[in-house]
């Protein structure tokens, strides 16, 4: 009949990628995947926030790395006092919280803390037999900070770490490293 035939018209490379996508099965089972996923996150995030109790839905990985009121920063927990106490003391309130006065690692959390704290703070870095330890049991490593003052017990300033007597009242920095690190 006339009219009836149309010439072939070859597909361009546009329609050539759209039909190779549309039948690749593995691009098909990653985006089912993901879906799976953001189906599950947001389903934990929905019912953490319903729900009053943390232990009701064991499925859901905690949302909290810290405890409350303590700041997040590279797989630790920061604890800044408002009370003063002495370094004993101070020290013994960290251990209360599984935690221990702050232990500087490197130069970012070095950084870090010392732009969050006021009032020159203690940490958790002490002398022994006229040598610096941290209170981990780790040796001070004098290429990361150096200790000014006389005393036996640190604490943070702006300008770096100092030392004064364990018994002086100073606010401090307790640190816990996440177990979701």
Known sequence: AP???SPQVPAGPRAHWAA???SNIWFWRGVAGLLAVATVLILCIQFAVNSSSEKDFAG???LELCPADWLYFQRKCYYLSESEASWNS???F???HNASLLVIENHQELNFTVKITKQDPWIGLYKR???FFWINGNALDNKLLEVKGSGNCAYLESKGV???GCSLT???VCSLSTSLA
């Open 3 to 5: 009219g009836s035939w």
């Open 20 to 22: 190779g996508l549309f």
């Open 60 to 62: 859901c990985p905690s």
């Open 90 to 92: 101070s020290q013994n």
């Open 94 to 96: 960290c251990s209360l």
């Open 129 to 131: 037999n006229e040598e």
């Open 162 to 164: 100092s030392a004064s």
């Open 170 to 172: 100073r606010k401090w």
